[in-house]
């Protein structure tokens, strides 16, 4: 697929990150911190992956642990450092981070324009210890809104990918998470516990 605005639609939000700020609604703090309670162990090291400018990270360090941002667009991530947020450059497909390392990994309105959000997945699913969760908002492409922003999103250039709530559960059942729908709607959540090896086997 060809990709206009270069890998991940980066090139894209290196332009815009100055503006980005001012048109993106706050990120559902609620939903997410639902999607971190289904973890079976404490969640204090937290990663916010494709997470740009800090926008879900503001939302949940109001009342929890301050995610580090981890980005592939420069630009965006120079606007989370001057907001004071901890950052790492990184392809969400490759996190520079050990197996087993974090206590949960978040993507925040960003899962689809990853050019491998199956990859992507189980990558977020290798860093994130056992008991841990990987939770990730998107939105519905089979709401009015959903349609309406998958239209839009053609338009702009951008080679986004959308799923179903019931689709992007398969997407997590398959990288061997256990998948639970948080939230539904235009904007829903998923959440996916990793599981003990024990607990896989049985």
């Known amino acids: 697929m060809s ?61 929890g642990p301050e995610p580090v941002v981890v980005d592939f667009s420069r630009g965006m991530l120079s606007r989370a450092r001057a907001d004071g947020h901890d950052t790492v450059h990184a392809d ?28 992507a997945i189980r990558e977020a699913a290798r860093v994130v210890s056992p008991g841990g969760v990987v939770v990730v908002q998107e939105f519905g492409p089979d709401t009015l809104r959903g349609r309406g922003l998958v239209l839009a999103e053609r338009a702009i250039g951008f080679d986004s990918q959308f799923w179903t709530p019931d689709e992007l559960c398969a997407v997590f059942e398959n990288a061997g998470l256990t998948a639970r729908l948080v939230s539904s709607g235009f904007e829903y959540v998923v959440a996916g516990r990793v599981e003990s090896a024990e607990a896989s086997q049985g």
């Open 3 to 63: 990709r206009l605005h270069g890998r991940g639609d980066v090139r894209f939000f290196d332009r815009i990150a100055a503006l980005y700020d001012l048109v993106m609604p706050s990120a559902d703090a609620d939903a997410l911190r639902r999607g971190l309670a289904f973890a079976r162990r404490p969640v204090e090291c937290v990663l916010d992956v494709a997470g740009g400018t800090g926008r879900a990270t503001r939302a949940l360090a109001r009342n």
């Open 92 to 119: 969400a497909g490759t996190l520079p981070f050990c197996d087993d390392s974090v206590d949960a990994v978040i993507v925040v309105d960003a899962l689809h324009h990853m050019p491998d959000p199956d990859g």
